[in-house]
């Protein structure tokens, strides 16, 4: 079993950054598919972002494009999302997940494995 632990999360102005790295605990991470979802308080967990395994095929959800990027490296068993220009309504927290086929789905019913959030808050 995959356990995966999200950190990077804080608290930023609007329009600043912050980086999520989603750290894995074993070397078949790199077979599997990695997606970022995020859920603010009263709201379900929505989509942001997916890399397949090889990295060459990503995913995001149109809220985010542009102004997220996410990225891997399977040597070191990590998964990043890079946040630039942050708004108020990024503010949720974050999770990563992995998913055995190896793509980059937004389907949250897809993946198998949960790690247990980060919070992101963006003060106005």
């Known amino acids: 079993q995959v356990q995966l632990a999200e950190s990077g999360g804080g608290l930023v102005q609007a329009g600043g950054s912050l980086k999520l790295s989603c750290a894995a605990s074993?070397?078949?991470?790199?077979?599997?598919?990695i997606g970022w979802f995020r859920q603010a308080p009263g709201k379900d967990r929505e989509f942001v972002a997916a890399i397949a395994w090889s990295g060459r095929l990503t995913n995001y959800a149109d809220s985010v494009k542009g102004r997220f990027t996410i990225s891997r490296d399977n040597a070191k068993n990590t998964v990043y999302l890079q946040m630039n220009s942050l708004k108020p309504e990024d503010t949720a927290v974050y999770y990563c997940?992995?998913?055995?086929?190896?793509?980059?789905?937004?389907?949250?019913?897809?993946?198998?494995?949960w790690g247990q959030g980060t919070q992101v808050t963006v003060s106005s």
């Open positions: 997940a992995a998913e055995k086929v190896g793509m980059a789905t937004h389907l949250l019913s897809q993946y198998d494995y």
């Open positions: 074993e070397r078949t991470f790199s077979t599997y598919g």
